[in-house]
């Protein structure tokens, strides 16, 4: 009689290899998007070899950062909503603010051609919430008139991870690269930086709290709690 033999599970010593291996990409892409496979083995502290027994090439490594990143942003965004688009427009700002290390690596890969699909996917969620906050607020009268929609909410999210490389690029704390990126989004939506900077200050601490954990802890924002 045969049997069936149940997969075998993974060694946890591969899982952490494959996890540090990720990690590492995160690290090197971020740096430099043309980076080769054998750096991102360096900074995972293995051989090529080993990285290539979890990774048969180059995109299929990129492949699994940006399924990973997209996943985080599609989770630091699922609770985004709030009545008034000035405040859901902030929110995104402070969302991706909570995940800009995956926005960032994003970003950085967004111009080379084959993942092109791939980072478009991921960065969707924050794409579709922008548009949903731009389209009410400019119905309802608070962002500008004189452009299309839907190049206005492109602008938004170009100007919104511009500033998340800058706030990372210049060490700004966690209060202040977060209040950057929600103030900017709102500038270019049509406020004045006085009105984007008192609309900020004025929301309520317990609506911002999901994502402003990391300003007395300096783990990753994403790991504290759920979102509100």
Not at 159 to 186: F, K, S, Y
Request: hydrophobic share 45%.
């Amino acid at each position: 009689m045969s049997t069936t033999l149940s997969p075998r599970a993974p060694r946890r010593d591969a899982l952490e290899n494959r996890e540090a291996i990720v990690l590492a990409a995160s690290v090197v892409f971020r740096r430099d998007p043309e980076a080769s496979l054998d750096a991102v083995a360096a900074e995972a502290g293995l051989s090529r070899r080993a990285l290539y027994g979890h990774f048969s090439s180059r995109d299929e490594l990129l492949a699994e950062l940006l399924t990973r990143g997209g996943t985080r942003i599609s989770e630091a965004l699922a609770d985004v909503h709030h009545d008034d688009p000035r405040i859901h427009l902030a929110l995104i700002g402070a969302a991706i603010w909570a995940e800009v290390q995956q926005v960032r690596v994003l970003a950085q890969l967004a111009v080379h051609g084959p993942l092109e699909q791939t980072v478009a996917s991921a960065l969707s969620p924050v794409r579709a919430s922008v548009r949903r906050a731009t389209r009410a607020g400019v119905s309802q009268g608070y962002f500008r008139e004189s452009v299309p929609v839907e190049s206005l909410a492109q602008l938004i999210e170009d100007a919104a991870i511009g500033v998340l490389d800058v706030a990372v690029r210049t060490d700004l704390d966690e209060a202040e690269g977060r209040r950057l990126v929600m103030t900017v989004g709102l500038s270019v939506a049509g406020l004045s930086w006085r009105e984007a900077d008192a609309l900020v200050e004025s929301i309520p601490a317990a609506v911002l709290a999901p994502w402003s954990a990391g300003d007395t802890d300096s783990s990753d924002a994403s790991d504290e709690g759920g979102r509100a």
